[in-house]
């Protein structure tokens, strides 16, 4: 394969510069991969951590002891960490290798949409695993494993290759140390040129001569939009009707392991944060209902798509420090920043293991994409997220679309029969509303249809429908 030319300019921490600031690498149409720096304040953790292995996976970490870094009073100071850049017309990732092959940042760069919460220093907490302790509420899109909550390989440097494959087409592979662990985890992030979305393929391998149960999650920390915070306007969008509750502050909620209705409990739209009081952690339950799961924080205008297969990654959990009383920036950051987590595992929850025989190996791809200028967002799938607003006026349609794409918008009555159709060509440098007076609609829209010469895309029943 042939490389291509390596990029000459500097990437900066993706909060550092403004959005105008990012350039295509090339020509429209092609992709790049490069390797870059990212300068960040970091608290002294190696002086507060000892080397500690599990039994069970065979796996070394790094053991914090939180209590003395406390009294320690230590100050932050400036480390530079090497990252690696995918970059498109509509895209710029950054991936940092050296804790824990995170994706640190995607930009929309048409937008300046950041996808992902960039804390502003690197500072331990006394979350994750309770034999680590330690875990980085850094931001970005970590890979957990083997046990649950946050794993142990989030602080670890990992391995990675870089795969150019064309101009069209570039991906990175980050991978877990080859140090005699009982398990692998491989995590391929692939960029093509001309798209707005970006995949992931993880990989977890049993290297060990014994069956191995585990877990295996990813866990977004997100702040669409700015990347340095949320609004209480934060809008968790899954398709189920039923939760499980992990843990909460939150004394209206029932205990962990009971389910909740969703999005309405007690009438009360826990979809919407602005209705939250103490943190709170949730799964889908009995388990993911797929194809995705999305937030959309409408006070900033913009959020984040997952797609995924829902019979292989079985797990979808959303968690948030809180709303009207949530937990204390100072647990984890030196500003008063917050985010949201979305998390996908390959058990339905935490407390469920996955298990591989000797040299098995469970594989998936998934797609991410960040969107913006849609009000609000309704559904998604791995081309398009939609949103629909209804009221005396008519009927307005939002499309992000994550690759370019020609389609016919459908609105359909009950009975699933074409009230109106409108052509549009959608392109994923913005939103694009579309919008029908309520004088052009002769009888009420149950649902909105998009379609192409290719076949159906995506359908939406309004609420309350009986489309």
């Known amino acids: 394969m042939t490389p291509l030319p390596a990029a000459t300019r500097v990437a900066q921490y993706v909060?550092?510069?403004?959005?105008?600031?990012?350039?295509?690498?090339?020509?429209?149409?092609?992709?790049?991969?490069?390797?870059?720096?990212?300068t960040i304040p970091t608290y002294?953790?190696?002086?507060?951590?000892?080397?500690?292995?599990?039994?069970?996976?065979?796996?070394?970490?790094?053991?914090?002891?939180?209590?003395?870094?406390?009294?320690?009073?230590?100050?932050?100071?400036?480390?530079?960490?090497?990252?690696?850049?995918?970059?498109?017309?509509?895209?710029?990732i950054t991936i940092l290798p050296e804790l824990g092959g995170r994706i640190l940042q995607v930009v929309h760069k048409p937008t300046g949409t950041r996808m992902f919460y960039n804390n502003k220093v690197v500072k331990p907490t006394a979350w994750g695993p309770p034999e680590q302790a330690g875990w980085l509420a850094l931001g970005g899109l970590e890979w957990d494993l083997?046990?649950?909550?946050?794993?142990?390989?989030?602080g670890e440097a990992w391995g990675y290759i870089p795969l150019v494959f064309s101009t069209e087409r570039a991906a990175v592979t980050v991978f877990t140390p080859q140090d005699g662990r009982a398990l692998t985890a491989s995590i391929t992030i692939e960029l093509l040129a001309g798209?707005?979305?970006?995949?992931i393929e993880p990989t977890i391998t049993n290297v060990s001569d014994q069956s191995q149960r585990?877990?295996?999650?990813?866990?977004?920390?997100?702040?669409?939009?700015?990347?340095?915070?949320?609004?209480?306007?934060?809008?968790?969008?899954?398709?189920?009707?039923?939760?499980?509750?992990?843990?909460?502050?939150?004394v209206r909620l029932p205990a962990a392991g009971q389910r909740v209705t969703w999005?309405?409990?007690?009438?009360?739209?826990?979809?919407?944060?602005?209705?939250?009081s103490q943190y709170a952690g949730m799964f889908e339950s009995p388990a993911a209902h797929g194809p995705f799961a999305a937030v959309y924080d409408t006070q900033q205008d913009a959020g984040a798509v997952r797609t995924f297969p829902a019979g292989v990654a079985q797990g979808s959990k959303i968690f948030a420090l809180g709303g009207s009383a949530a937990l204390s920036a100072a647990l984890y950051t030196d500003d008063a920043t917050g985010y949201v987590e979305l998390h996908g595992g390959l058990a339905p929850t935490f407390a469920q293991q996955s298990e591989l025989a000797p040299?098995?190996?469970?594989?998936?791809?998934?797609?991410?994409?960040?969107?913006?200028?849609?009000g609000d967002l309704a559904t998604a799938n791995e081309l398009v997220a939609l949103d629909v607003q209804t009221n005396a006026d008519g009927v307005t349609v939002a499309l992000f679309a994550a690759h370019p794409l020609d389609a016919d918008i459908l609105?359909?009555?009950?009975?699933?029969?074409?009230?109106?159709?409108?052509?549009?060509?959608?392109?994923?440098?913005?939103?694009?509303?579309?919008?029908?007076?309520?004088?052009?609609?002769?009888?009420p829209v149950a649902a909105v249809h998009l379609e192409n010469v290719a076949g159906s895309i995506l359908t939406y029943a309004l609420p309350g429908s009986t489309k």
Request: overall charge negative; glycine content about 6%; aromatic content about 12%.
């Open 214 to 250: 585990f877990n295996f999650w990813h866990n977004a920390m997100l702040a669409p939009g700015s990347g340095a915070g949320i609004s209480p306007a934060i809008h968790f969008v899954l398709p189920t009707d039923s939760m499980m509750v992990h843990s909460t502050g939150d």
């Open 44 to 92: 002294p953790v190696d002086a507060f951590q000892s080397d500690a292995l599990s039994p069970v996976y065979d796996w070394p970490y790094r053991r914090t002891d939180i209590e003395a870094f406390r009294a320690s009073n230590a100050a932050p100071v400036a480390r530079t960490y090497a990252t690696l850049i995918l970059e498109n017309q509509y895209l710029l």
């Open 263 to 276: 999005p309405i409990y007690n009438g009360r739209d826990l979809s919407r944060l602005a209705t939250w």
């Open 359 to 374: 040299g098995d190996a469970v594989s998936w791809r998934e797609s991410w994409y960040p969107v913006a200028g849609m």
């Open 411 to 443: 609105l359909l009555d009950a009975a699933g029969a074409e009230v109106a159709r409108m052509a549009v060509s959608l392109n994923p440098s913005a939103a694009q509303h579309i919008a029908w007076p309520a004088r052009e609609l002769d009888r």
């Open 195 to 199: 798209a707005a979305s970006f995949s």
């Open 15 to 38: 909060d550092s510069l403004p959005a105008a600031a990012f350039s295509a690498p090339g020509p429209v149409g092609t992709v790049a991969f490069y390797e870059s720096s990212v």
């Open 146 to 154: 083997p046990v649950e909550e946050h794993g142990l390989a989030w």
